[in-house]
Structure formats: C-alpha cells, structure tokens
C-alpha cells in the first residue's frame, strides 16, 4: 500500500469514528432523558473513545498524507468550506469542554456537568455529523485534488 492509499483508508477510519461518535451521542442524549444513567454513562465512553480515537487517526493521516484540496467549485466549495471551518473551530473549542465534562462527572459534579453538557452535547453532535459530511464531500462525492 502506497501513502494515498493508507490515507484514504485512514480517512475511511475517521468517517466511522466520527459516525460512531454520533451515534454514540444521541444514544446518550435519549438514556439521560429516560433517566438510565448506566446505559448513558456507556454511550459516552464510547462516544468520547471514538472521538479520542478519531483524533489519534486524523494527525496520522494527515503526517502521512498532508492536507486535500476539495476539487468542487463554486456554491459547493463554499458549502465545504463554511462547513468545515465551523467543523474545525467547533472541534478545538470541544476538547477542553469534553475533558470538563469527565472531571465533573468524575468529581461527581453532576449538576455542574448537567449544565456544561447542554452546551457541548449540541457542539459536539455538529462535530461528528459535520466531520462525516466533510468526509462524504471530500473523498465521495467530489474526490479531492
């Protein structure tokens, strides 16, 4: 396997990582609401597992492969953009959110992770649906340069 092809399976990783994040969270989202704190407690690690994971991968890939350029054009390329701009500044402004997040809970902080988590978890589900989208748009649908 040459380095194109590792990064592609790499990003294929990453788009699964990102969707099992998602689905990891609204799992979550919907045991806290029926108030089944051990099954929501479960779907966050994993959730925050696949996002830690995710992670690990994308700087992997990128020092393999560098950074792709989107060969759409006009309306589609400023959709990709928009969309993985606010992607990018989302992401970074939610590992210091999720890393609060545990030490509350681990603190046992309930409350105060309640309130924190009403912000992230809305942040953090646009992250993984948006970092899928932008696997979809960059490898699938349009190809990259």
Avoid: C
């Amino acid at each position: 396997m040459d380095r194109t092809q590792i990064g592609d399976v790499l990003a294929l990783i990453n788009a699964s990582l990102n969707a099992t994040s998602a689905v990891a969270l609204f799992t979550g989202f919907y045991y806290i609401r029926k108030r089944q704190l051990h099954q929501h407690r479960r779907a966050m690690i994993i959730a925050l597992s696949a996002s830690g994971l995710f992670l690990i991968f994308y700087v992997t890939r990128v020092t393999i492969t560098g950074t792709h350029e989107f060969a759409g054009a006009g309306t589609a390329k400023t959709a990709y953009l928009t969309i993985l701009f606010t992607h990018i500044v989302l992401a970074v402004l939610l590992v210091p959110l999720a890393i609060r997040l545990v030490y509350l809970v681990r603190k046992k902080r309930f409350r105060a992770h309640s309130r924190l988590a009403r912000w992230a978890f809305p942040i953090w589900a646009y992250v993984s649906v948006t970092g899928l989208t932008v696997y979809l748009l960059l490898y699938q649908i349009y190809g990259y340069k």
